[in-house]
């Protein structure tokens, strides 16, 4: 009855407050505070300066953690508590150590200017339940309990004691929900049940739980770790994952990709061959672990399986006229090679298979190889694949690795068809005379096959492992010399030659494609206007690019552009100006190629030769000059060794008809012949400079001068025959572009003659030989 009467006492009495965060302090335990907000420390201040009590409440939300709760944001039901100790820490907080009293019931909170006060009444926890049945419970929960902190590393063994030791069952529950792991929010709505049993009930429903969750969390972990290895570890956290999934029965999500792959296999029309190969790797896949090295070795591949195209390609129609009109819309000029491609479509689209379709471009760079590609898969609505083959030196990069090197992967015709999409795409092979040979492999060797109609419809890339039908692609191969070509892979293709530009034909493609073109990629079409004269432009083309092509005439004419873009925006241009002749200096410089190097006078031991470069056709300058001496011939100017025996076998000639060509007959033992072809640092070599230094070296001894208005080429033999020579259409090109308007060619050169375009020999006296007499009454004054 005291105790009652001092309880009712205290009712009158407010007691300070100290709102707790993400905690609870219970009746008959201790617990430790941090207190460091402003109003806690002051109540708890407040408190010491008293009867050392004070009532800790769990707020409900914590919003601003700095902040001091408003009483709305606090629970109504509370523990009165009593300050055990105090400690005062550096940074003005207060570590508390308090022990619970009694719950208490908040019935009115109250603020001073620094602290929180509550009016409270004692609200204790009520027992309904038969003694017995509470008895049994009890046991039950400390045998439940007992699982629990064995389960619970966080929770030492020493925490039995006491609940083996009380005999209450209100400070059972209170200590049990003390140890308990669980939300604050839960722990705070038991505490508030006024039902001590059904307290108890609910807090041993939740232990269970509890138990049953950390017994699967154990057997997750044990199945995980028996899997870990030293390389295995970095997975660890996606296995649990895993293991989470099995036990909940998601076992989908495990199987994704083999799942996926089983759907492609059903879905996509593959040869029986392949088909049964994708099987045989999907159920590999099947036993393997995800961590397995073999796993992404047998994922690579199938992926790469399905992502090749296998459906019947759709074939789209062609006319014949709309392909001339893309190739004329496209090049300027080449009315041969136009004419060969379109019969060539002719009979692609009056015969449903066609064998020998493989077509080669020749011709030095610039001149449209390429694009000539793209205009064909243009005519054929087919996907355009472009590789180069410049460097290749591995035959693997052809046929692919096999799949037992790390890494490994296709080979880049396999690779072109997967990024085309489809199987009939037109796949361009650039640079074809430019594979390389090493202890790799042949990579030309690797062609002969991809080439050969006759063979390629059964493909084996070395990493697929598997035939594949390369018979519906179109391949189009470009090179810029056909020497460095081996002779099998050359008669697999069909050789179109792309002889160089006329300077006719230069004009033409500057106007119509190269300037618009420059124009549209600096954007000046609608800001400047800008017009290169006729005269401009044939200037650009003599004086300041010296190509078979037309990139280099591309850059001049943007440098040309860039210029004009510079002075407009500083003002110095306005919105238009015109291009002329006169004004090049300013904008390109001095001109580069005044093409002057050839003999503009009749000279003795002076000839202008043609030879043919793969960057087109080139004039060459024989001197031949002759001192006293003991008969030596002195060959300079970087000769190689065919051009050096053509040198030997002109000096023999013209030893052989000295006495026809009124020089001296001992001449080979008192003269030195001194024979040098200028720009010294270019290699040269070939026959079919011949005649020419033939006819240098008979001019010098017969001290006879020589034409300046013809230039020749043709290989000379030791009985005076001239043979033919290759190259004819650059060399006429050549001898056009430097004013010569005389040629002299091998008569067995005529059915060549026949083929050059009109363009070309108009205006020039092409003279047919078939000695070195011949030559020499042409040419010799």
């Known amino acids: 009855m005291i105790e009652k009467k001092n309880k009712k006492k205290e009712i009158k009495n407010n007691l300070?407050?100290?709102?707790?965060?993400?905690?609870?302090?219970?009746?008959?335990?201790?617990?430790?505070?941090?207190?460091?907000?402003?109003g806690s420390i002051s109540a708890a201040e407040k408190a010491?300066?008293?009867?050392?009590?004070?009532?800790?409440?769990?707020q409900k939300t914590v919003i601003d953690s700095e902040l001091d709760p408003k009483a709305a944001n606090l629970f109504r039901v509370?523990?009165?508590?009593t300050i055990l100790q105090v400690l005062r820490l550096p940074d003005g907080n207060l570590r508390l150590l308090v022990e619970g009293d009694y719950r208490v019931k908040i019935t009115r909170f109250s603020r001073t200017r620094d602290y929180l006060n509550a009016s409270?009444?004692?609200?204790?926890?009520?027992?309904?339940?038969?003694?017995?049945?509470?008895?049994?419970?009890?046991?039950?929960?400390?045998?439940?309990?007992?699982?629990?902190?064995?389960?619970?590393?966080?929770?030492?063994?020493?925490?039995?004691?006491?609940?083996?030791?009380?005999?209450?069952?209100?400070?059972?529950?209170?200590?049990?929900?003390?140890?308990?792991?669980?939300?604050?929010?839960?722990?705070?709505?038991?505490?508030?049940?006024?039902?001590?049993?059904?307290?108890?009930?609910?807090?041993?429903?939740?232990?269970?739980?509890?138990?049953?969750?950390?017994?699967?969390?154990?057997?997750?972990?044990?199945?995980?770790?028996?899997?870990?290895?030293?390389?295995?570890?970095?997975?660890?956290l996606n296995e649990q994952l895993k293991v989470i999934h099995r036990e909940l029965g998601i076992s989908r999500e495990e199987k994704?990709?083999?799942?996926?792959?089983?759907?492609?296999?059903?879905?996509?029309?593959?040869?029986?061959?392949?088909?049964?190969?994708?099987?045989?790797?999907?159920?590999?896949?099947?036993?393997?672990?995800?961590?397995?090295?073999?796993?992404?070795?047998?994922?690579?591949?199938?992926?790469?399986?399905?992502?090749?195209?296998?459906?019947?390609?759709?074939?789209?129609?062609?006319?014949?006229?709309?392909?001339?009109?893309?190739?004329?819309?496209?090049?300027?000029?080449?009315?041969?090679?136009?004419?060969?491609?379109?019969?060539?479509?002719?009979?692609?689209?009056?015969?449903?298979?066609?064998?020998?379709?493989?077509?080669?471009?020749?011709?030095?760079?610039?001149?449209?190889k390429t694009s000539l590609g793209k205009s064909i898969a243009k005519a054929l609505s087919r996907k355009f694949v472009r590789l180069s083959l410049g460097g290749v030196r591995d035959e693997a990069e052809i046929r692919g690795h096999r799949r037992t090197y790390i890494g490994a992967m296709p080979g880049v015709i396999i690779q072109s068809l997967k990024k085309a999409g489809t199987s009939n795409p037109l796949i361009m092979l650039d640079e074809i005379d430019k594979l390389s040979t090493d202890f790799h492999g042949d990579p030309a060797s690797a062609l002969l096959e991809v080439l050969d109609p006759e063979q390629n419809n059964s493909f084996r890339d070395h990493y697929l492992d598997f035939s594949y039908d390369l018979s519906k692609v179109l391949f189009i191969t470009t090179a810029n010399t056909l020497t460095t070509i081996p002779q099998p892979l050359r008669d697999r293709m069909e050789i179109i030659e792309l002889p160089g530009y006329t300077s006719f034909e230069k004009l033409n493609i500057a106007s119509r494609h190269l300037i618009p073109k420059v124009l549209l990629e600096h954007e000046v079409n609608d800001k400047i206007a800008i017009t290169f004269l006729k005269d401009s432009i044939q200037d650009i083309i003599d004086k300041y690019t010296?190509?078979?092509?037309v990139r280099n005439l591309e850059r001049q004419i943007a440098q040309v552009v860039r210029k004009i873009i510079r002075a407009y925006l500083e003002g110095e241009v306005k919105n238009s100006i015109s291009i002329k002749a006169k004004n090049l200096e300013r904008y390109l410089g001095i001109p580069k190629h005044l093409y002057s190097e050839v003999n503009r006078q009749d000279a003795i031991g002076v000839v202008t030769g043609l030879a043919w470069t793969a960057y087109g056709g080139e004039t060459l300058q024989v001197e031949v000059v002759k001192m006293k001496g003991s008969g030596k011939l002195k060959l300079t100017g970087q000769l190689g060794d065919v051009m050096q025996e053509s040198a030997q076998a002109a000096y023999s000639y013209a030893r052989l008809q000295a006495d026809k060509y009124g020089i001296e007959g001992e001449f080979y033992k008192n003269l030195d012949i001194?024979?040098?072809?200028?720009?010294?640092?270019?290699?040269?070599?070939?026959?079919?400079?011949?005649?020419?230094?033939?006819?240098?070296?008979i001019s010098v001894l017969s001290g006879k001068p020589v034409r300046h208005d013809i230039a020749m080429t043709g290989e000379i033999t030791l009985t005076g025959l001239v043979l033919p020579i290759g190259g004819l259409s650059e060399k006429l090109i050549a001898a056009k572009r430097s004013g010569i308007k005389n040629v002299i060619i091998p008569s067995k050169n005529e059915p060549n003659l026949k083929e050059i375009p009109e363009e070309i020999k108009k205006g020039m006296n092409v003279i047919l030989v078939d000695k070195i007499d011949q030559v020499l009454n042409e040419v010799l004054l």
């Open 546 to 549: 010296r190509e078979a092509g």
């Open 48 to 58: 010491l300066l008293q009867s050392k009590r004070i009532i800790c409440v769990p």
């Open 120 to 236: 409270y009444t004692y609200d204790s926890k009520e027992i309904h339940a038969e003694p017995l049945e509470t008895e049994a419970l009890l046991r039950s929960f400390r045998k439940t309990f007992s699982d629990y902190i064995k389960l619970n590393k966080s929770i030492p063994d020493e925490a039995l004691v006491p609940i083996n030791e009380t005999h209450s069952p209100r400070d059972f529950f209170y200590f049990v929900l003390a140890n308990t792991q669980i939300d604050v929010l839960a722990k705070q709505e038991l505490f508030e049940i006024n039902d001590l049993t059904m307290s108890i009930k609910r807090l041993f429903s939740i232990i269970k739980r509890e138990i049953e969750i950390m017994k699967l969390e154990k057997k997750i972990d044990v199945d995980v770790k028996e899997k870990l290895n030293k390389i295995q570890k970095e997975y660890y």
């Open 674 to 697: 001194h024979l040098h072809i200028p720009e010294g640092a270019i290699p040269k070599d070939g026959p079919s400079a011949g005649v020419t230094m033939a006819t240098a070296i």
């Open 256 to 368: 994704a990709d083999l799942i996926d792959f089983q759907e492609k296999l059903k879905n996509t029309t593959l040869p029986e061959e392949v088909a049964q190969k994708a099987e045989e790797e999907i159920q590999k896949l099947s036993r393997l672990s995800t961590m397995s090295p073999e796993y992404s070795v047998v994922h690579n591949y199938l992926t790469w399986l399905f992502d090749l195209p296998w459906e019947t390609p759709v074939m789209h129609d062609f006319e014949l006229p709309e392909a001339r009109q893309i190739l004329d819309a496209d090049h300027y000029g080449l009315q041969k090679v136009k004419e060969r491609i379109l019969e060539y479509l002719a009979v692609m689209k009056l015969a449903s298979t066609v064998k020998g379709q493989i077509l080669c471009f020749v011709g030095p760079p610039g001149v449209g």
């Open 16 to 38: 300070p407050v100290i709102p707790l965060r993400n905690t609870i302090v219970f009746p008959q335990t201790v617990t430790p505070l941090l207190v460091g907000r402003s």
């Open 78 to 81: 509370g523990t009165r508590c």
